[in-house]
């Protein structure tokens, strides 16, 4: 509970709005904790002028399926009047049909899973030799070793971002990421961060775009540009929307999902010797794991039209916080949820989120985690965390959830 200015107690601030304060570092050690506090109320909660909260599995799945819930383009968030800010915002992940269909239709045309499968052997080329100077090393920060380089090698390779080019922009793509949080949580001066980083990134990828026309390669954004020319084009503005959405989504949930994933299994010993015996397969494991502690934590929604959630009435445009976290250790659908098993049938979980916004980039996450995951359990068989848990340090982030670092000792 925070106290207000006149020293009485009561809540306000987040936890008024929301029913917990995301930025609060016992809420991002533990925020099952507080999800559980919150379904207690029911499957949907209302604060103080903020948004419907909605913890229940049943309940999120619904608003993820029901057209009568949509992105609503994210106005309430298009704050900055710089054009090229702006312009790069309109990506499919906030747009609703019909502009989300055509648009997804045309990226995915480039985005194919034929692309994503032929990757295949670089990812596991590039497991391999990060692990190789991680063994060597003997005590890593697993996400500088690991999880981060893994994603973002791949996404740039898939890309064709110069590799030369990525230390430029990490600074850029945290600040993204670090921004996806509602505008109404965040400080003000994380939100000026986000919009300078915004704008730098956006006038480096029109760089990288006019060099691509002149000399095109084999690679995602040359495909992008082939769409652009053809027939229904991708215009400019939503070919910076998406490459900036396939950038920062297509390595940021993916360095959490591996880095959450392995804390789960050095936190659960007897799991991760049986992922290591092949008592349980790297991709039923995995969906275990992303549901017992997505990358992905929550997503808004906003009522198209009046509704009902969880047996609440949702009025014409009202804000619904769909979290995903809490969805995914509901009870009523997963026995025991706080309980780590690798056994499990875990596929009902929605850490990709649902209906016609599931992540396009699954597939290739899914692909760079097993991997990972397979990989790090046979090669180092003495893996143990080198810190206490109070050693760990989360991200302060609500709808990216993940660790900062992660020391761990492999042999």
């Given at each position: 509970?925070?106290?207000?200015?006149?020293?009485t107690g009561t809540a306000s601030g987040p936890t008024a709005t929301l029913g917990f304060d995301p930025y609060d570092p016992d809420f991002l050690a533990d925020p099952?904790?507080?999800?559980?506090?919150?379904?207690?109320?029911?499957?949907?909660?209302?604060?103080?002028?903020?948004?419907?909260?909605?913890?229940?599995?049943?309940?999120?799945?619904?608003?993820?399926?029901?057209?009568?819930?949509?992105?609503?383009?994210?106005?309430?968030?298009?704050?900055?009047?710089?054009?090229?800010?702006?312009?790069?915002?309109?990506?499919?992940?906030?747009?609703?049909?019909?502009?989300?269909?055509?648009?997804?239709?045309?990226?995915?045309?480039?985005?194919?899973?034929?692309?994503?499968?032929?990757?295949?052997?670089?990812?596991?080329?590039?497991?391999?030799?990060?692990?190789?100077?991680?063994m060597e090393k003997g005590e890593v920060d697993l996400v500088e070793a690991l999880a981060y380089p893994l994603p973002v090698t791949v996404i740039s390779e898939l890309?064709?971002?110069?590799?030369?080019?990525?230390?430029?922009?990490?600074?850029?793509?945290?600040?993204?990421?670090?921004?996806?949080?509602?505008?109404?949580?965040?400080?003000?001066?994380?939100?000026?961060?986000?919009?300078?980083?915004?704008?730098?990134?956006?006038?480096?990828?029109?760089?990288?775009?006019?060099?691509?026309?002149?000399?095109?390669?084999?690679?995602?954004?040359?495909?992008?540009?082939?769409?652009?020319?053809?027939?229904?084009?991708?215009?400019?503005?939503?070919?910076?929307?998406?490459?900036?959405?396939?950038?920062?989504?297509?390595?940021?949930?993916?360095?959490?999902?591996?880095?959450?994933?392995?804390?789960?299994?050095?936190?659960?010993?007897?799991?991760?010797?049986?992922?290591?015996?092949?008592?349980?397969?790297?991709?039923?494991?995995?969906?275990?794991?992303?549901?017992?502690?997505?990358?992905?934590?929550?997503?808004?929604?906003?009522?198209?039209?009046?509704?009902?959630?969880?047996?609440?009435?949702?009025?014409?445009?009202?804000?619904?916080?769909?979290?995903?976290?809490?969805?995914?250790?509901?009870?009523?659908?997963?026995?025991?949820?706080?309980?780590?098993?690798?056994?499990?049938?875990?596929?009902?979980?929605?850490?990709?989120?649902?209906?016609?916004?599931?992540?396009?980039?699954?597939?290739?996450?899914?692909?760079?985690?097993?991997?990972?995951?397979?990989?790090?359990?046979?090669?180092?068989?003495?893996?143990?965390?080198?810190?206490?848990?109070?050693?760990?340090?989360?991200?302060?982030?609500?709808?990216?959830?993940?660790?900062?670092?992660?020391?761990?000792?492999?042999?």
């Amino acid at each position: 509970m925070t106290e207000t200015a006149d020293g009485t107690g009561t809540a306000s601030g987040p936890t008024a709005t929301l029913g917990f304060d995301p930025y609060d570092p016992d809420f991002l050690a533990d925020p099952y904790r507080h999800y559980r506090r919150l379904a207690e109320a029911g499957p949907a909660t209302r604060g103080e002028g903020g948004p419907l909260v909605v913890t229940s599995n049943r309940a999120c799945a619904a608003v993820l399926r029901d057209p009568r819930f949509g992105r609503g383009g994210d106005a309430a968030v298009m704050r900055d009047e710089d054009r090229t800010v702006n312009r790069s915002r309109r990506s499919f992940l906030v747009m609703d049909p019909p502009d989300h269909t055509r648009l997804r239709g045309l990226v995915g045309k480039a985005f194919t899973p034929r692309m994503v499968e032929r990757l295949r052997p670089r990812v596991a080329d590039l497991v391999d030799e990060l692990l190789d100077a991680a063994m060597e090393k003997g005590e890593v920060d697993l996400v500088e070793a690991l999880a981060y380089p893994l994603p973002v090698t791949v996404i740039s390779e898939l890309l064709g971002v110069p590799a030369g080019d990525w230390p430029r922009f990490r600074g850029w793509v945290d600040d993204l990421a670090a921004g996806l949080d509602p505008d109404f949580l965040q400080p003000p001066e994380r939100i000026r961060r986000r919009e300078r980083s915004r704008a730098e990134f956006c006038a480096y990828l029109l760089d990288l775009f006019a060099r691509r026309r002149a000399d095109p390669g084999d690679d995602l954004i040359s495909a992008l540009l082939a769409v652009e020319e053809s027939g229904d084009a991708l215009s400019e503005d939503e070919l910076l929307s998406t490459c900036v959405l396939l950038i920062v989504a297509g390595h940021e949930t993916t360095i959490s999902l591996i880095g959450n994933a392995v804390l789960a299994l050095l936190r659960h010993p007897a799991e991760l010797a049986a992922l290591r015996e092949g008592a349980v397969t790297v991709g039923t494991a995995l969906d275990e794991l992303l549901r017992y502690d997505a990358p992905v934590q929550s997503t808004v929604r906003v009522a198209l039209e009046p509704a009902d959630v969880g047996g609440t009435a949702v009025a014409e445009g009202e804000l619904v916080m769909l979290m995903l976290g809490a969805a995914n250790r509901d009870p009523a659908v997963f026995a025991d949820p706080d309980r780590l098993d690798l056994g499990r049938d875990a596929r009902r979980h929605l850490a990709f989120g649902l209906g016609i916004h599931f992540c396009l980039g699954a597939p290739l996450a899914r692909l760079e985690a097993e991997a990972a995951l397979k990989r790090l359990a046979g090669r180092a068989p003495a893996l143990a965390l080198a810190t206490g848990p109070d050693g760990l340090r989360y991200k302060d982030r609500l709808v990216l959830r993940g660790l900062a670092e992660l020391p761990v000792r492999l042999r």
